[in-house]
């Protein structure tokens, strides 16, 4: 039996159809004013005739002034709300659930769209590319907590399904999370319950705003396997907080834009040969928490999809990448069309680039931008023509 086609009732009531969930991906795609746009109406549409149980957008920031990349959608207030509608009736129109996933960038915003960054405390990240950030104050702190339940608050309004807090990747969430960015005195650093206060406030606000029958999601880190950062024990401990709290949905991830885990880059023998790059630890999660896992970053077989769902070890499989080359991959993977959704391994030949990992992510961007203008993916665009798009230079001879 393929255990994909299983449905699943949440916590707060909600039934997802099957347990192939889209995991977020930046589209980048947006009005520059962060509109949603005819693009990305394009694209759900696709998706959204595609079966997967829940599409997680990319980043909705909840403040103008802080991007994390640009043509990104704003949910800053209700000045959109009929162009999220009309993504919502889009995406949704054959059976799949849309989910806002709501972000600030913190520190990890450009200095090209951001000149005043803020953060939990004043911890630049590494590179030309970004400002040393201000550290919030605590009646910014609040501001922002009430900003990102409005954002939920927001996609409930447009008919939207549900809403999920990014938590990861090393923005804001996971700044104060973590102890390397984390360098505050008062109430929102310096231990754990202190650091995991700025989530654990959105979170109830969310909720208070959205009410007990709307779903509410995260996408935490296992750990950002830094030295000196957030831990995998601290992860385990906030994800046993967020369960007390009633968290709907709990997806797993790993790593920041520093030290990207969530990309491959780090991974455990065991991991690799079960698929998942976070497997160890969510084994280790399943056993002390209630709330509904999903787990994204590896999976791409039927059958180590089926073994893990059969083994209780989540219940939902996360899949990011095979969407942006096959936008049916859901229903082909639960009809039994399609046993194995792998994505073609980005190589050009120069170790250095290849090492670097720096066209996955473009590259993958580039089929999003092909299907929001309505046309299909291409497997076989040229690695090149992307490096010579994202830093202007010709390919090495």
């Excluded at 599409?55 to 949910?75: E, R, Y």
């Excluded at 900003?147 to 996971?174: C, D, E, F, T």
Aim: hydrophobic residues 40%; glycine residues 10%; neutral net charge.
């Amino acid at each position: 039996m393929n255990l994909l086609n299983q449905s699943f009732v949440l916590p707060c009531g909600k039934s997802i159809p099957n347990r192939i969930l889209k995991s977020a991906l930046s589209e980048g795609i947006a009005e520059a004013n962060g509109r949603p746009s005819e693009a990305l109406f394009n694209l759900y549409d696709q998706w959204g005739k595609g079966g997967a149980g829940v599409l997680f957008t990319g980043n909705v920031m909840v403040d103008k002034d802080h991007l994390v990349n640009a043509n990104v959608m704003i949910a800053e207030d209700e000045r959109y709300l009929e162009s999220f509608s009309k993504l919502a009736e889009k995406a949704q129109a054959n059976g799949s659930q849309l989910w806002m996933q709501i972000n600030h960038p913190g520190r990890q915003s450009p200095f090209y769209l951001d000149k005043a960054p803020v953060s939990a405390s004043n911890v630049k990240m590494p590179g030309k590319l970004y400002l040393e950030p201000r550290p919030l104050s605590p009646d910014e702190i609040l501001k922002l907590i009430d900003a990102y339940g409005n954002a939920a608050l927001l996609a409930k309004k447009s008919g939207m399904q549900g809403a999920q807090i990014h938590g990861a990747h090393g923005y804001l969430v996971s700044q104060f999370l973590s102890p390397l960015t984390n360098l505050r005195l008062d109430e929102w650093g310096g231990s754990l319950e202190n650091r995991a206060r700025f989530v654990l406030e959105i979170y109830k606000d969310m909720r208070k705003k959205v009410g007990p029958d709307f779903p509410v999601s995260i996408k935490i880190n296992s750990a950002d396997f830094q030295r000196g950062a957030f831990t995998e024990e601290e992860s385990i401990k906030v994800i046993q907080m967020l369960d007390e709290l009633g968290m709907d949905l709990i997806e797993v991830s790993g790593g920041t834009y520093e030290r990207a885990a969530m990309v491959g880059s780090v991974q455990r023998e065991s991991t690799i040969k079960r698929e998942a790059y976070f497997m160890d630890f969510i084994v280790k999660v399943r056993k002390l928490i209630k709330s509904p896992l999903m787990l994204t970053g590896g999976f791409r077989t039927v059958k180590a999809m089926n073994s893990a769902l059969e083994g209780g070890e989540l219940d939902f499989i996360g899949l990011g990448r095979p969407f942006c080359l096959y936008p049916t991959v859901a229903n082909d993977l639960l009809n039994g069309e399609m046993k194995d959704c792998s994505v073609p391994d980005l190589l050009t030949g120069v170790e250095k680039i290849d090492q670097s990992g720096m066209l996955q992510t473009p590259w993958h961007q580039f089929q999003l931008i092909r299907m929001g203008k309505g046309m299909k993916p291409d497997p076989e665009m040229d690695v090149w023509m992307v490096y010579e798009k994202i830093t202007g230079k010709k390919r090495p001879v």
